[in-house]
């Protein structure tokens, strides 16, 4: 059983970092790329930041400003995300998840997911 968790959310002010992890577990990762999405209540969830197991990084246009940073520890099998100089409008629930092959942006083809952590962000 595949099991995805994240770790590393919670109440920053604006300005500040924070740096989230997610170990997945339950089958091997090999091929697979592993990637962070976030949702705001009443708004579609929207893609972030990904990378494949060979090391392609892929991020959303924000990310792409150089305030995120995605990276991965294959043998850990575990994601991680480094949030730079974040807005109060990074406020978001982060969710983890994995697909095997290429990463890709559409939430829709991912094919596990975890259970989400809470990022405030105060102003």
């Known amino acids: 059983q595949v099991q995805l968790v994240e770790s590393g959310g919670g109440l920053v002010q604006a300005g500040g970092s924070l740096r989230l992890s997610c170990a997945a577990s339950?089958?091997?990762?090999?091929?697979?790329?592993m990637g962070w999405f976030r949702q705001v209540p009443g708004k579609q969830r929207e893609f972030v930041a990904a990378m494949s197991w060979t090391g392609g990084k892929t991020y959303s246009t924000d990310a792409a400003k150089g305030r995120f940073t995605i990276s991965r520890d294959n043998a850990k099998n575990t994601v991680y995300l480094q949030m730079n100089s974040l807005k109060p409008e990074d406020t978001a629930v982060y969710y983890c998840?994995?697909?095997?092959?290429?990463?890709?942006?559409?939430?829709?083809?991912?094919?596990?997911w975890g259970q989400g952590t809470q990022v405030t962000v105060s102003s």
């Open positions: 339950g089958r091997s990762f090999s091929n697979y790329a």
């Open positions: 998840a994995v697909r095997a092959g290429v990463a890709v942006v559409h939430g829709s083809h991912w094919d596990y």
